[in-house]
């Protein structure tokens, strides 16, 4: 009867502690917040891009990895998408985490994807980058506004204009 009321006792701890601290937010950054900085080196390596120089534009970042099917089916269609004649208020910073460049190089060229958008970190999931960006449960994208806020998260290519009054 002894080791009941213990098992009890502790069972309710645990129980109770249990919801501590989970309406915490683990997964990324969110909406209203300001997207980190980061300067990201061009395939070509002629340039490199810096998410401070896009401010005053939109901007779409979108996080992929080509063994990641939806991710990459997302960054296509996104790459299409802002390809059409009224998309153009929108900036596409398109970040692969593929270790292997010559995959990624495969990658966007069989996906028809434009390389002056495309960027890749070797690092994977060692990044500073996916570190930053907090994308341990999953790749995201982020649509920023003129200021650099995250005005949408996780979005897909038919909500990206559907909100978005630019």
């Known amino acids: 009867m002894r080791h009941i009321k213990w098992i009890f006792i502790v069972s309710a701890i645990l129980l109770l502690t249990s919801f501590i601290g989970k309406d915490k937010p683990t997964g ?3 909406v209203g917040d300001i997207a980190p900085n980061f300067t990201i080196q061009s395939t070509t390596n002629q340039s ?3 998410l401070r120089s896009l401010r005053g534009k939109y901007v779409l970042i979108n996080f992929w990895a080509s063994y990641d099917a939806p991710s ?14 009224s998309a153009s208020d929108i900036t596409l910073v398109s970040v ?9 190089r495969e990658t966007i060229r069989k996906d028809q994807v434009g390389t002056s958008t495309c960027f890749v970190d070797t690092a994977g999931h060692q990044s500073p980058l996916f570190k930053q960006y907090r994308l341990h ?4 994208n ?7 806020v995250i ?3 996780n979005i897909s ?5 559907r909100d978005l009054v630019i």
């Open 48 to 50: 490199a891009t810096d």
């Open 96 to 104: 692969s985490f593929d270790e292997y460049p010559s995959i990624f």
């Open 142 to 148: 982020y649509l920023l506004d003129a200021d650099g």
């Open 28 to 30: 990324g950054l969110n």
């Open 137 to 140: 449960r999953g790749f995201s």
């Open 151 to 153: 005005i949408a998260k």
């Open 72 to 85: 990459r089916l997302n960054n296509a269609s996104f790459a299409q998408a802002l390809r059409n004649e």
């Open 157 to 161: 290519p038919d909500e990206l204009y």
